[in-house]
């Protein structure tokens, strides 16, 4: 997935890019539902304003 953060670190966009849609949504849910901090600088927020997430099996 996808996301995009504000400067105060709140999600302003979130997109699944592919992939089992259930687990899909439920990661939407919890990257919603997470309280992010503050970026505590404008450098930090540059680095973490657009993020991408893969979730994948372990493989064992």
């Known amino acids: 997935m996808s996301i995009?953060?504000?400067r105060q670190g709140k999600v302003t966009d979130i997109n699944n890019v592919e992939g089992f849609k259930p687990l899909c949504e439920a990661g939407?849910?919890?990257?919603f539902s997470a309280e992010l901090p503050v970026p505590p600088d404008e450098k930090t927020h540059e680095a973490f304003k657009k993020?991408?997430?893969?979730?994948?099996p372990q493989r064992t």
């Open 28 to 31: 939407m849910t919890a990257v």
């Open 51 to 56: 993020l991408v997430i893969v979730f994948q």
């Open 4 to 6: 995009s953060l504000n």
